[in-house]
């Protein structure tokens, strides 16, 4: 079953571009957080983080991580 939308590549345009930023940005995220130390969060919840609004930053949990709500993420576009 499906909640939200779905996007592939040989979608109408603009799908193939919203992806393509959408997969950049991804990858930008992913070198970004690959390349810290330290967490800026660590433990938020004890690992219970359903129905949290969470700020933008690198988080960390020793064990395990559990979202029991619906989880929506936004970001700012420049």
Do not use: Q
């Not at 950049?24 to 969060?41: H, V």
């Amino acid at each position: 079953m499906l909640d939200g939308k779905v996007y592939a590549s040989n979608y109408a345009p603009p799908t193939p571009s919203i992806m393509t930023t959408a997969v950049s940005d991804m990858e930008t995220a992913y070198t970004d957080a690959a390349g810290r130390t330290l967490p800026d969060y660590t433990e938020i919840g004890a690992g219970n983080i359903g129905g949290m609004t969470l700020a933008p930053g690198l988080y960390k949990w020793g064990k395990w991580c559990n979202n029991t709500h619906r989880c929506y993420t936004f970001w700012k576009l420049n």
